[in-house]
Each structure stands twice: as C-alpha cells, then as structure tokens.
C-alpha cells in the first residue's frame, strides 16, 4: 500500500471500520472538479483512505470522479478500500426526502453505498438554497424522530454502511437515542485544542458514540474559520521542542483525545505532513499547557444561517 498506514475504528451499527484521519473536502474558496480531483487522488497516494463530503459542499462529485480514476490507476483494487463520509443537507431533512437525498448524493458520488451517512446540521430548511444566510421562514427545528427512521432506512436498504450526527449537542443525542432502532455511530462536531468539547466528549463516552473532530486545524484561511490555532504561541513552542508543526501538534492532541479526525488539505506537502502524527507523542507538560488554553467555539451555525432565533438556541447547547 502507498503512504502511510492508518489505524481505524470499529463503531456501533457501522459494517465497516472508520480510518481515524480522513481527508475533508470542504474547500475555500469552493475548488474547481480539477483541482479537488487531483488533491484526492495526492492524498489517495499518500495513504488517505477516508474522505469526507456532503452534498452541501459540491465535493461529491469530483470525489466520485476521483474514486474513479484511482480505481482506473490501480491506486486501489476496489472501492471497498475507502471509507466515505456523506452528509443530509438540512433542506432534505425530511421523512421522505431522506433515501431520496442519499440516493442523489450516491449519484453524486457514482456509488452503490456510503460508508458513514450523517445529518448535516439539527435543523431543516423547506427549501433548497444556493446561498446562505437564509430567511426566518424557512427554517423549522428538525423532526428527529421522522429524520432519524429515513437515516435508518438508508441503512438497512443498503445505501450506507452505518449512520450518524454532525452538529448535535448532548440535548439533541438524546433525543435521538431514545428513538433510535439503530444507534448513531458517531457524532462529528468542530473540535481543536480551542474547543475543546469536554462535556460533549464525555457525554458521548458514556453513551457509546464516537466523535469525529472536524476543523482541528481552525479551519485556517476559510471563511469559517481563523489562523488562531496554526499561529498559536502555545502550541508554536511545543511544536519547536518537539520538532513538529503548529498543525502537527494541534492533530496529535487531538488524536490522543480518543476521537477520530477530518482535516482538509489540497496541498501535497501539507496532506503529507498531517498524517505525520502517528509515531510519536506528546509529552504531559505539553497536555497540561493545552488544556489551559483558554476556550472559544469558532463554527456557529448562526454565522451561517443567520442570527435566528432557532439557531441562537442550537448555538447556545453543548
Ligand atoms: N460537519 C460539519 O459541519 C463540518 C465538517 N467539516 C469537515 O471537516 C473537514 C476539515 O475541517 P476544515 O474546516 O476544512 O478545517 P481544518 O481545520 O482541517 O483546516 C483546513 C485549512 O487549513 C489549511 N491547512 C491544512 N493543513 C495545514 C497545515 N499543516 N499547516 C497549515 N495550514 C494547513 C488548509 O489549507 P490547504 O488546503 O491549502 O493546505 C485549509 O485552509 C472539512 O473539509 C469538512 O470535510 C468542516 C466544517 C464543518
Ligand atoms: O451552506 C452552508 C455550508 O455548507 C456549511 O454548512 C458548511 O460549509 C459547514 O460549515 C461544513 O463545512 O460542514
């Protein structure tokens, strides 16, 4: 196999276990098919063997592209060697727009099944956007129930392998648990040495879902995000004694958390030295200065949607 080897997680309800570094596709600003497709195929030949998309960042489609080609290249033998995350856009979460919504995005993908099919973000749209913020009226909190027997749905009809959460806080996980056939696997949520999710990781120990930290770099030079994490001076200092990048020392801290993770490069050098993470460690005096830093969420979902009243309650819950 090409690059390097990365460990992986078995989850609940999931047919297939998770690599725990994916590569995330949300790009800013949005990449051109051509540039996302030759990121995905560097970081196929660097090791990467979980992607992560959603239908509302217009990567399916060059992921699929991608898959293609490396499956065309003999970068892999069969499609079964990768793991992909898509997501349920709010505007299709609904009852019966669910299998309909993961077909589309299967389309998208010109696959046969998803491995991890997640709900995007806790609430729904009535409408399908092409920008955001959105119009009061057009949002409505999330039918949990109705939202999590179409994700189920999708599972036993075969077109993913397992399902799961994004953007769910404790409140919300256990709505869904009492009302789940399945369980969810996992919840993905932004987490970094700034947000660092103690209460929700916990909660979510004691539940058996796991977590998937997105935005563990800060999402930096995106529009959601900032450099605070990759110019922090606490983390520049661990990372000189150590001999690692900010980036590096931001990743591995994450990964010694216990969760999984998806950060986003298109950058050769950049997709390579994220996974430089696995054969060494940090050392305690580093995780004593880490877990001072002082905390700040930097995704709210009000930023993107707008300063609705909805959404400053769903901001407002861990
Ligand atoms: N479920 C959800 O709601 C969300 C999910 N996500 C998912 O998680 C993925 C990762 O999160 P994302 O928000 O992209 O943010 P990350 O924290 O992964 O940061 C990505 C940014 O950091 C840059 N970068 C990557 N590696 C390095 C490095 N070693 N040193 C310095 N800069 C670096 C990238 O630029 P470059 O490409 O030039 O290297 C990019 O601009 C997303 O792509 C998406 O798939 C993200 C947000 C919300
Ligand atoms: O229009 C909204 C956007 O797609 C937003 O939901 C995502 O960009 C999100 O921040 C993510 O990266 O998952």
């Known amino acids: 196999m090409a690059g390097v080897a990365i460990p992986s997680v078995i989850l609940k309800g999931c047919d297939k276990a998770m690599p725990l570094i994916g590569m995330g596709t949300s790009s800013y600003p949005p990449a051109d098919t051509e540039t996302a497709k030759a990121a995905i195929l560097e970081a196929i030949q660097a090791g990467y063997r979980h992607f992560d998309t959603a239908f509302a960042y217009g990567s399916e489609k060059p992921l699929g592209e991608a898959i293609a080609e490396a499956l065309r290249l003999g970068l892999i033998q069969s499609r079964d060697e990768l793991f992909i995350t898509t997501k349920l856009w709010a505007s299709f979460a609904e009852r019966t727009q669910i299998v309909p919504a993961c077909k589309m995005s299967l389309k998208n993908l010109q696959l046969e099944y998803v ?56 409140k919300k996980i256990e709505e869904v648990l009492s009302i789940a056939k399945i369980p969810p696997a996992l919840n993905q949520v932004e987490m970094n040495p700034l947000w660092q999710q103690r209460q929700l990781r916990e909660f979510c120990r004691a539940k058996g879902v796991h977590i998937t930290a997105y935005s563990p770099l800060g999402a930096n030079n995106t529009k959601w995000g900032d450099n605070r994490i990759v110019e922090s001076d606490v983390l520049a200092n661990i990372a000189k004694a150590r001999g690692k990048t900010t980036a590096q020392v931001a990743l591995r801290w994450a990964q010694e958390q216990g969760v999984s993770i998806v950060t986003k490069s298109f950058n050769k050098e950049r997709m390579k030295q994220n996974l430089q993470i696995l054969d060494w460690a940090l050392h305690s005096e580093d995780l004593e200065k880490i877990s001072q830093l002082p905390q700040r969420k930097g995704l709210n979902l009000a930023s993107i949607m707008g300063p609705h009243q909805l959404v400053l309650e769903l901001d407002a819950e861990v």
């Open 115 to 170: 491995d991890m099919y997640l709900i995007h973000w806790p609430v729904r749209l009535t409408e399908v956007i092409s920008r955001t913020p959105v119009a009061a009226e057009i949002l409505r909190p999330l039918d949990v129930k109705g939202v999590w027997e179409g994700m189920e749905e999708c599972k036993n009809l075969g077109l993913t392998k397992g399902i799961g959460l994004s953007n769910f806080s404790c």
